[in-house]
């Protein structure tokens, strides 16, 4: 007879976290407000009266969050990239044929889960720095003549670019009658995107960024011109659960799909309220002069930026680190001396800092700039510290006065 299998000794999640919880101010998850964790411990059944009225809910206030009167919303039980392949699964098959506009990994993922469902791909590379622009976008679409769909990234938080001519390159799609899918991962409720005005078509976004939301469910929405795509298709979805049509069934009919994620979606209705309560007008205007005044004080101190300007995305900043430095030594020197946590990067010699939802508060912008210049200042890059923090606090004095 084998030996039976034990129970592991006991390890209770109090000797696994850390005693005082870490600043995250990385490129997300990020901090949730406390109404939003209260949320996130409440079950209650995913079908029923009650939840439908959540349910309801939550598409009001994404519609108003995504800048769209289309009612094809869709909350996903799983990461942002599930609501990308939901956009990718349904909106492409054999036959059909993509342009990918890629700048960095997350938008080149757009790429590989079109490949994965058969359809043909072109993709348009960046420079790495550079967004692409609306004249290299005409040009392919002009010599191709037969593309469907064109996806593109509003944030690429692997990098820190934003994507400037986001609303132009979608008024060209639109000419040539092509689908725009943009991922907003990053940037939803940071910058405005215009979901109906601006003629996009597909919209995902995750929970765990700008939203302020948990991550683990995130949304979607499609506009009338996509969803006529996805009702056209004649074959079968290869997704189950990501099979937008059955979706429609709970989002829509308030019927079984599968078993919701409840908390996750209670935690959705809580952070979409406070963005509706704060409005898309304010929450702009209060993450462009958090960004900002962090990006002065981080010069002030020495650093140097990785995106230029006029490209820089505010929801996630890219700092420059000399080879010399060993990254992860360095962001652990920030977690074990200020318990803040920042992130590295994907091969690049950069580190992150997000500036998405709550991460976008004063008291956060001084600890994060203080730990920061102290960690490169103890891994042997000299920086002003001092210079660095005074002003980051001159450029909040500008913003309480109003002065940019
Ligand atoms: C712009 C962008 N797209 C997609 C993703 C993928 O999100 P997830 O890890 O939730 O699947 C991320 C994650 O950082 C992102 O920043």
New binding site residues.
Partial sequence: MTKAILPPEDLALSDILPSEPLLLMG??PVPIPQMVANANGVVINHLGSTMNQVIDRVILMAQYAFQTRSDKIFGISG???AA?EMGITNLLWPGRKALVLELGI?SA?FRELAEGVGADVISLKSDGLTPTSVEQVREVLEREGDIDLLTI?Q???SCGIRNIWLQEIAAVANQFGVLVVV?A??TLTTIPLEMDDWGVDCVVT?G??GLSSI?GVSLIAFSERAWEVVESRKTRCPHWCLDARRALNFWSLKRYHYTAPVPGILAMHEALRLICQETLAVRFKRHHESSRALQAGLEAMGLKLYVPHEYRLNSVIAIEVPTTVDIPKMLQHMISHFHVEISAAFGLSIVRIGQMGEQCRHHNLHKVLYATGMSFLGNGVSVDVANGMSRLEERLAFSRMGKR
């Fill in positions: 490129a997300g990461p942002s990239t990308m997350f993922r990234v944030g690429e938080t991922d991962v990053c995750g765990q960024k991550p």
